[in-house]
C-alpha cells in the first residue's frame, strides 16, 4: 500500500474509494475494505483509502476529550494489511469542516478521478456529516460515479463500532473488544527506565512510554502477550498509578515478562491484551504485594495457556 498526501499524490485513474477515520481498524471497517478492494477489482481501478492524519472531530471541538484505539502509524499498518491499493492521508482543518459534501468531492476530484464509491452504514461526509444516502445518490449522478452501500456487521445482535468497543475496554472486557476488532487489542511503546521496584521482589517489569493519543484499558492488571523485535513472550501487564509504592501523578503501562532479564531500555515493544485479572488496589506492605503478584502470574498463565 502506497501512503499518500497532498504533497506526493500523483493524479490516480481511475479510482475506486472509501472515506472515513477508520479507528481501529475493526471487523465492520474491514467489511468496507473488502467490498473497496473486491469493487476496485471488479471495475479495473485502483482501491483508495481516504482518511486524515487528525481526528475531524478534535478540529471541529477542540475540547472534544477522546483516546484512540490506533494511533496514526498503526491504522496505516493495519489498512495496509486489507490489501489496498493507496491511503491518502488529509490534514483536516476548519477550512476543510466546511465543504459540503459535494464541496469535498469537488476537492477529491484534484488527485483522483472517482469511478465508485464504497459507503460504510454510519459513513458521513460535508459539513456538519451531512451526506446521507439521496445526498450521496445525488452526487454519484452528477459526478458519473458507482455507489456500494455496505451495511453494518452484527454480533450477538449488535453492530459493531469503534465508540463500542472503547467502552468495552474502559470496562475491562477485553474479550469483546478482541471479538469486535477481529485481533488482540494491543499498545506499542518504548521501554523507559522506572523505579525498578519490581525488580526488588522478583517482579522486574518493563515499563512502557504510551503515545499521549492511545486509549488505555481500564486499570488494573492483564493477562497479555509482549512481543519484543518480533518475538512473542507470556506476560502479565499492569495499567495504573501503582498505588502500593509510588502513588504516580500520571497512568503508567508496565509489563512483567515472564523468564525474561535482558536489557531492553529505548526498545519498542507490543504489548497485545488478552483477559483483564483484577483491579489495581493498594497494599499494606511490599510483601502483600509480591504474594498477590504471585497469584496474579499463576491466574495470567492458566488464561495464556488457554488462549
Do not use: C
Not at 55 to 79: A, C, G, M, Q, W
Not at 204 to 231: C, M, Q, R, S, W
Amino acid at each position: 500500500m502506497k501512503i499518500i498526501t497532498e504533497q506526493n499524490i500523483s493524479y490516480i485513474e481511475p479510482a475506486a474509494i472509501t472515506i472515513g477515520t477508520f479507528d481501529g481498524v475493526h471487523l465492520g471497517h474491514r467489511k468496507v475494505l473488502k467490498q473497496l478492494r473486491l469493487n476496485a477489482k471488479r471495475i479495473g481501478a485502483h482501491s483508495v483509502v481516504i482518511s486524515f492524519k487528525n481526528h475531524p472531530r478534535k478540529v471541529i471541538n477542540p475540547d472534544y476529550d477522546i483516546k484512540f484505539l490506533n494511533t496514526l502509524d498503526e491504522k496505516i499498518s493495519l489498512i495496509g494489511k486489507q490489501g489496498i491499493d493507496y491511503i491518502f492521508l488529509i490534514e483536516f482543518n476548519k477550512k476543510m469542516a466546511n465543504l459540503s459534501a459535494g464541496e469535498f468531492i469537488e476537492y477529491l476530484r484534484q488527485f483522483i478521478t472517482i469511478k465508485l464509491l464504497v459507503v460504510g452504514y454510519d459513513n458521513r461526509f460535508g459539513k456538519n456529516r451531512e451526506s446521507n444516502f439521496q445526498i450521496i445518490n445525488e452526487l454519484s449522478k452528477k459526478y458519473n460515479f458507482d455507489v456500494v452501500y455496505v451495511y453494518p456487521l452484527y454480533i450477538n445482535s449488535e453492530n459493531i463500532s469503534s465508540t463500542k468497543i472503547r467502552e468495552a475496554l474502559q470496562n475491562g472486557d477485553i474479550a469483546k473488544a478482541n471479538i469486535y476488532l477481529g485481533y488482540k487489542y494491543f499498545i506499542k511503546g518504548e521501554v523507559i527506565e522506572g523505579l525498578k521496584i519490581g525488580t526488588k521482589i522478583g517482579f522486574p517489569t518493563a515499563n512502557i512510554k504510551v503515545p499521549a493519543e492511545k486509549l488505555l484499558p481500564k486499570f488494573g492488571v492483564y493477562a497479555t502477550i509482549t512481543e519484543i523485535d518480533g518475538v512473542p513472550y507470556w506476560s502479565m501487564t499492569n495499567i495504573g498509578y501503582k498505588p502500593t509504592i509510588s502513588r504516580e501523578f500520571e497512568p503508567t503501562v508496565e509489563t512483567h515478562i515472564f523468564n525474561f532479564s535482558e536489557k531492553i531500555y529505548g526498545k519498542k515493544i507490543t504489548i497485545k491484551f488478552f483477559r483483564y485479572i483484577r483491579d489495581e488496589k493498594r497494599f499494606v506492605s511490599i510483601e502483600q504485594l509480591r504474594v498477590q503478584l504471585q497469584r496474579d502470574k499463576e491466574e495470567v498463565m492458566q488464561v495464556l495457556i488457554n488462549s
